[in-house]
Structures are given as C-alpha cells and as structure tokens.
C-alpha cells in the first residue's frame, strides 16, 4: 500500500501503579461500580491540588528508555482546556512543550518481510479523563453514561511519525509495543482500556482523518482498513478529504465522522501552575540500570544460546510470560525440541481456546518434551496429553499416556505390523513398484490402524518403504 500513510497515538495506561496520577485513588477500578474510585483531586473540585505520582514518572522513564528515545533534562505539565463530559475538571493535565522523551524508534517486520524501524516522535504523561457509556451507537443513543472512575488514571501518550504504511503494520507496531511494555511491567494489556488507539491515516495527496479511541489491535486493523476504502472512493469520485476526527463504531466495524480536526492551538495549552517543573536528568542514570531484558534482545540470545531457529525465537520472546515458560522448560529439557513444540503446537492449543500460557504448568511440558525425545510417545501422542490438560481432564502427563492408552508401540510390535500390512495390500505394492509413491500411503494407515496409532508415522513410511522393496 505504497500510497497509504499511517501515524498513530497510542494511549498507555501505566495500571501496573497503586495509585493514579494526581491524588491517592486506587488504581483497581476494573469491574467496580461506577463513580466510586473518585476523591475531589480526580474530579477537580474546587481547592484541591494535583500531587505528582513520582512512580508514574518512573514507569514513564523507563518505557522512553525502553523505545530508544532521548529523555529530555526536565519536563513540564500543561493544562489542555477542552469541554468534554467525561473531563469533570474542564481541561486535562498533560505534557505539551516540554514531553518526558523524543525520538525514539522501535523495529518492526514489515509487510514486505524485512525489518525496519518506525520512529517515535515523542512520549509525553498525561492523566486519563473518564469514561463515556452510550445507550447504543454513539451517533445513534438514546441517552450517555459517565464514569469518572478512570479518571486521573497515569497515561503515557506513544505519539509515532507517519511511517507505517498498512493496516497489517500499525497492528504488527502495537503488538511489538504491547510486548516492551509487559517486559517492564509497567503495564497490564488483559484489562479493558488501558491501551487506547488514535490512528492518523491518508491517502497521498489527501487531507488526514483521525480516528479516535480504537481499544484492541483487531478494531484498529478493521478501522484503517475502512478508511483506506472510504477515503480511495472519495477520490474516484474527486470529493475532497476533509480533515477530521472520526469514531469506530466496532458493531458496523465503519467510522463516522464525529466533529472537524483541531489544532494544538484549540486546546489553549498554557504551564499547570500547580506542579513544578521537573528535573528529571539526574534520575536516568538509575532508571536505566534496572531496565530488563527485552525482547530483540531476548530474542538474540535465545538463537545464541539455545540454537533456535529465528522465527521460533521470535515467537518464544513475543511474550514475557512464554519467554520465561520457555526457559523454566529447557533447565530440563531439550532446547531446539521444547522450541517446535512450545512455539508451534502448545501456543497454537492455546490460541485455538483464547487461553494464556499461565493454564499450562511448564513441569507437564518438561514430561512431555522428555517422553518424545526417549521415544516413549509418539507426537500425535503428545499433542493428545496436551489437548487434554489444557480441557481439564485431569491427570500428569504420565497418568494422561496411561488412561488414554498413548504409549508408543515397541519396535517388534511395529515391525511385526508392517510385515502383516505390506503381505495383506498386493494391490498397493503392485502400484508402488510401478512408480506410484502415493500407493505406500495405503500401507502406513493400514500399519497405524493396526498399531491403534502408537506408532511413529514417519518411521512407519521409512519401515513400509524398505520392506516393500524386498518384495
């Protein structure tokens, strides 16, 4: 999509925090009533003050660092004055001049295969503003809820530079980000809301519309999409592209516009009077040395280290959570065979039920990777035991190979049964013999059948092959 330009605002909540931004709050709003994670600082009564949450300059830090951005000396909050129901105060506190880091970038794959880097243009702190509920879709509702129980919620605002060139990018972009910040552990991506998309999308030679407040990668990949439609058939049709803001509707999955574009002036940005500038040069130092791992770099080592393929290590270190799975499973087990059956059939299992890797005990994996490599199984075998933990039937994976009858059949047993096969299927090795490859299939599903399964596909086809050449 050569002609598509793509930037995006990605909205972080840093919900891994006790504390919201500005006052006391407990940041565990999730499922609680509305209105009741609420003090007068959140919702900007009259004489209260905003107390600085340092920890959420911290965690802000540490993900500027984490994007290969430059932290800036100091840093200062603006208000940013705007009427909106959900801003019970009237404005917003936020970063404006002075943001926390610039320039920054992460490296992607892009849609052509190879790797490049999307530039960050900036990463600046804000406090969240509530929530709107609509009885409907919002340009059809009959009535509007709020819920202030999100507000004053720590934000770090991910602004990129108009590099993205696709849907498929932008979703490939925040699945990379998603992952940085789960390795920092400044974030929790499973709770609703805390990372909110505004996407900036174009035709060249087109004005800009902006889509705001896309929640889940689907919904931004659906919505770009949409208006890669939208705006291509506006030009067919030579109608001008406005410059606007418009909305995902995801029941309809199309966008409606919502109000024209504004411009940083239209906020009247001017310095928060109520909070000191900050001088953060002299924290980065510290801040740097407790970064983590991440995950090129994890990925990195695990090829070094472990000998694994590229596109496994990619995998494995796509999540901290399966990374670190991986790694408590080859302290026992075989690297390169724990890599195949992690990266390619348990995530799989997983992803086919919407499951974490949390349902699976790495101990169980350890039993299974060992029962192949000592041959005691076979691999339709294994994925049967992995099936059935993760459906909570119960039982180690031992125990799982002995009720179900798993165990690989003994080498007499499968020899035995491909003698017997190959002397019952004349027919098929007729065909064989007059060069039809495809005729020993027959004879290896007559030898599974016979082995009930228990026996190694693969070295079945090698046993039936030879044997039917002494015929």
């Known amino acids: 999509m050569d002609n598509v330009i793509i930037g995006l605002e990605i909205h972080v909540q840093l919900n891994r925090l006790q504390s919201k931004m500005f006052c006391g709050c407990s ?12 003090c007068p600082v959140c919702l900007g009564l009259p004489g209260s003050l905003p107390v600085l949450n340092r920890k959420a300059v911290e965690c802000g830090i540490k993900v500027g660092l984490a994007l290969n951005c430059t932290i800036e000396e ?7 004055n705007y009427y909106y129901p959900d801003l019970p105060k009237g404005f ?11 320039k920054g970038h992460i490296m992607i794959l892009g849609d052509d295969g190879a790797e490049r880097d999307i530039r960050i243009n900036r990463a600046h702190m804000e406090e969240d503003p509530g929530r709107l509920v609509h009885a409907g879709t919002i340009d059809k509702a009959k009535y509007t809820m709020v819920d202030y129980n999100r507000c004053g919620m ?9 590099d993205l060139c696709s849907p498929k990018e932008a979703r490939t972009f925040l699945d990379k980000l998603k992952s940085i910040l789960e390795y920092l552990d400044v974030f929790d991506g499973s709770l609703e809301g805390s990372m909110r998309v505004d996407a900036n999308i174009s035709l060249k030679g087109g004005d800009r519309a ?16 949409y208006e890669i439609t939208r705006q291509k058939n506006l030009q067919r049709r030579n109608i001008k592209v406005v410059q606007e803001t418009r909305h995902f509707d995801e029941l309809r999955s199309i966008t409606v516009s919502i109000r024209s574009k504004v411009g940083a002036h239209d906020y009247r940005y001017y310095p928060e009077s109520d909070l000191v500038t900050l001088h953060i040069a002299s924290w980065v130092p510290g801040i740097r040395a407790t970064l983590p791992e991440l995950p090129d770099t994890k990925r990195e080592r695990f090829v070094k280290q472990y000998a694994l393929a590229d596109d496994h290590a990619k995998s494995l270190t796509s999540d901290i959570k399966l990374a670190n799975f991986y790694e408590a499973v080859v302290a026992k087990a075989a690297p390169k065979l724990a890599a195949v059956w992690i990266a390619d059939v ?43 933990i993760l459906d909570k039937k119960g039982g180690s994976p031992e125990e799982i190979v002995k009720s179900m009858g798993l165990g690989k059949a003994g080498d ?3 020899q035995k049964a491909v003698r017997e096969a190959v002397a019952e299927s004349p027919a098929a090795v007729a065909d064989y013999k007059a060069g039809s490859e495809r005729a020993l299939n027959f004879i290896v599903g007559l030898v599974m059948k016979k082995t009930r399964g228990k026996a190694s596909p693969g070295e079945v086809h090698d046993l039936v092959k030879s044997e039917v050449e002494k015929c």
Not at 27 to 38: F, K
Not at 210 to 225: C, D, P, R, T, Y
Request: charged fraction near 30%; proline fraction near 5%.
């Open 346 to 388: 348990l995530k799989g299992e997983l992803n086919y039920r919407n499951l974490g890797i949390d349902e699976f005990r790495p101990e169980h994996m350890v039993d299974i990777v060992q029962m192949l490599e000592q041959k005691k199984i076979t691999e339709d075998g294994a994925v049967e035991i992995i099936r059935s």
């Open 154 to 162: 720590p934000l770090l605002e991910v602004v990129t530079e108009p």
């Open 74 to 80: 100091e840093t200062l909050f603006y208000r940013k």
């Open 92 to 102: 917003q506190i936020s970063q404006y001049d002075f943001p926390l880091a610039t």
């Open 412 to 414: 007499d047993a499968v």
């Open 27 to 38: 940041t565990a709003y999730q499922n609680s009533e509305p209105n009741t994670h609420t």
């Open 210 to 225: 902006e889509v705001k407040n896309i929640s889940g990668f689907k919904g931004v990949e659906k919505a770009l999409s």
